[in-house]
């Protein structure tokens, strides 16, 4: 019975092993906040890109990217991204008619181990 037991033990920590190397696709983003500073408001839009890294061991599939208004832009890519292998999630904001300071959210979705990244731009558009 001890001997039952036991082994019981040993495969369930091997499978626990198993299932604990399994890491999935996970994005890395080398920085998830960009400050333009002071801008233009009639300077026409500006762009920044986000890179980020798939650290994991499957495919990193971004599922969607969506802005928090209008005046923000996403562009990413729709193919997988393999293990290792970098991607890139460039955001454009359009500051004519929005002076002051700005402070916008660009939210990501992903398939990774992290599904939901935050990513955020400001800065300050000077009137024109």
């Not at 208004?69 to 292998?85: D, F, L, Q, S, V």
């Not at 955001?91 to 181990?113: E, I």
Request: hydrophobic share 35%; glycine share 10%.
């Amino acid at each position: 019975m001890k001997r039952l037991v036991l082994s019981m033990i040993v495969c369930m920590l091997g499978i626990a092993g198993a299932v604990a190397q399994e890491v999935g696709a996970k994005a890395e983003f080398k920085t998830r906040l960009h400050d333009f500073g002071v801008i233009k408001e009639n300077g026409g839009p500006v762009s920044t890109t986000f890179e980020f890294t798939n650290v994991g061991d499957k495919p990193l599939i971004i599922v969607e990217v969506t802005a928090s208004c209008g005046c923000t832009r996403p562009e990413y890519t729709t193919k997988p991204i393999k293990p290792g292998k970098k991607g890139k999630i460039k955001v454009t904001y359009s500051p004519l008619g929005r002076p002051g300071a700005f402070r916008k959210t660009v939210k990501v979705k992903t398939n990774g181990q992290d599904p939901r990244t935050t990513l955020i731009i400001e800065g300050t558009a000077v009137p024109k």
